[in-house]
């Protein structure tokens, strides 16, 4: 039986393994040391199992708990489930008394696993006498039930957790009550072939009715173990309540064939009271499991003692729909970071990162949309600024252009110089682009914009004699405007300054060019 969540990212992990395999026979030899027995509590039934797969391991289930009865076993083993599921046992006990079990299992794209649970235990035929043991000639029954809701998610790609709450009424003749309780648990997947989980039981309880019986907390820790190419599986369960001492369970299934397995187990309070054995066939989606238990009054003749239980998973696998999930958050997480809805385009991808933790791709974007949003929450519309703004943003975020991000975020302030978050946003794309000298606020005239303030620093730059400088500051004109002719003609008289007539005589051309009635540049070329 193949169970993918017990790999973790396909890594062989010997020593994982090992370490594994210590841990479990350590927790086999514990029942060892536990002395007593386990006596009679409020609502003992719900101690007994469900499920002839898991019946059929001794109940050894609770680091297991793969299918619809996790809702019972361990809600944090919903959060591994893949398709939907439900299950249905019925089992003979003894003479009019009959255990009937029903369980659906509903996983969802990133939400977590949902389950709903029902176990019912009904005893007949009980005489009823008066004080003097004298009959009265009539019979009264006792029922007990549970409802169970269950949710389990999991929190990181090896560790789930889950949590159920209880509803339990029981009916002796008249007499009722009902308690209600609360489980949690947690699973923890360490290496391909192990799982441990940990749980308690009533942590909360609140019980109403014709009774003062408190249902005492149950700490439960369990492990199981994959071997020989996941065909063998084997769980060890150790229980202590509140209200008695240790009890165990340990079992395991071998699956002969991918269409029939067999199972054993045996359930000790502290001492063995009972040896199970089952039988397994699947039929695709559909499964069915037989078993019966060897107890300390020997075993029932009655073949409908038998535990008899049946499975059916149907629907699309959750990965599926969590993939499909993923391509649709991101799709429109794409679209609004096109629109210049950065905030909403976060969002959306932050969500496909919940569902599949490890796209790399989506991760990079997200980190810098996160930079982005905590400057540029967005940029909607289709005036020049936030197109290019829009266009800056989209370049730093794809990574592969800084430079024409941090031109397009310098022409995006120079549309509106007022933006300071903007200029916040174009200096952290300068330092990581590895500009060396940030663009800073303007303070120039009011009407100065960031290309004013530019032409401004260059012409100071050539009376200062600083030439090298001032070809700096046209070229981050020209990255921006590329035809301004203020930013050439100040450039070219950098270059003739410097003794570099060649590059000015270039650029003047370039000039002319553009504006061929400009005859200050016109006589500057005649003299070279």
């Known amino acids: 039986m193949k169970a993918d969540r017990y790999a973790v990212a396909g890594k062989p992990m010997g020593a994982a393994r090992a370490a594994a395999c210590g841990l479990f026979v350590f927790i086999m030899a ?13 609502g003992q039934f719900l101690q007994y199992g469900v499920g002839a797969r898991a019946l059929g391991m001794g109940g ?24 939907k599921e439900a299950s249905f046992m019925s089992a003979m006990l003894w003479e009019q008394t009959t255990l009937n079990c029903l369980g659906y299992a509903h996983p969802t794209a990133m939400a977590g696993t949902f389950a709903y649970g ?30 169970i809701l269950s949710w389990g998610k999991e929190a990181t790609e090896t560790t789930a957790f889950g949590i159920s709450l209880k509803r339990v009424t029981r009916q002796l003749d008249a007499s009722t009550d009902s308690t209600n309780a609360l489980d949690v648990a947690v699973m923890r997947i360490i290496g391909p072939y192990y799982r441990l989980a940990v749980g308690m039981q009533n942590v909360f309880s609140m019980t109403s009715g014709d009774t003062d019986d408190k249902y005492p907390v149950v700490i439960k820790i369990g492990n199981s173990l994959r071997l020989f190419k996941e065909r063998l599986l084997l769980g060890m369960d150790i229980a202590k309540s509140q209200a008695a001492e240790i009890n165990w369970r340990f079992g395991g299934e071998y699956w002969v064939a991918r269409w029939f397995a067999f199972r054993f187990g045996v359930l000790a309070a502290p001492e063995i009271q009972e040896t199970d054995f089952g039988i397994g066939f699947r ?4 499964q069915l499991d037989i078993a019966e238990g060897i107890h300390v009054l020997g075993i029932s003749d009655n073949p409908a003692s038998m535990r008899v239980s049946v499975g059916y998973r149907f629907g699309r696998s959750r990965e599926d729909r969590s993939a499909g999930q993923v391509k649709l958050l991101i799709e429109q997480g794409y679209e609004a970071f096109k629109e210049g809805d950065f905030q909403l385009a976060a969002l959306r991808l932050n969500q496909a990162l919940d569902a599949s933790p490890n796209n790399k791709q989506v991760k990079a974007m997200v980190s810098r949309l996160q930079i982005i949003v905590s400057r540029v929450p967005q940029a909607l519309g289709g005036e020049e600024f936030q197109t290019y703004v829009r266009k800056g943003v989209i370049s730093y975020v794809d990574g592969r252009d800084l430079r024409g991000s941090v031109n397009a975020l310098r022409y995006a302030y120079n549309k ?32 100065f914009t960031f290309v004013d303030q530019k032409l401004y620093d260059a012409r100071q730059a050539i009376y200062d004699g600083k030439y090298d400088l001032a070809i700096r500051r046209t070229q981050d004109v020209l990255d921006l405007e590329p035809n301004n002719i203020t930013a050439l003609e100040i450039m070219g008289s ?26 200050v540049v016109a006589e500057f070329l005649k003299r070279l």
Not at 283 to 286: D, E, M, V
Not at 427 to 444: I, P
């Open 30 to 42: 514990l029942p060892r040391f536990a002395q007593g027995e386990s006596g009679g509590q409020p």
């Open 60 to 83: 050894a289930f609770y680091a297991i708990a793969d299918d619809a009865t996790a809702a019972y076993w361990n809600p944090a083993g919903l959060a591994y489930l893949q398709r």
């Open 118 to 147: 029902m176990t019912m235990l009904t005893s007949k035929g009980f005489e009823k006498v008066d004080e003097f043991n004298k009959s009265l000639n009539n019979s009264f029954s006792d029922q007990q039930s549970a409802h």
């Open 283 to 286: 039929f695709q989606r559909l």
């Open 416 to 447: 509106n110089s007022k933006e300071e978050n903007v200029l916040g946003l174009l200096n952290l794309v300068e330092k990581e682009a590895g500009v060396s000298e940030m663009t800073r606020r303007v303070e120039g005239p009011e009407q």
């Open 494 to 519: 950098a270059f003739f300054m410097m003794e570099e007539k060649a590059k000015a005589k270039a650029v003047w051309k370039r000039v002319l060019e553009i504006d061929p009635t400009d005859k």
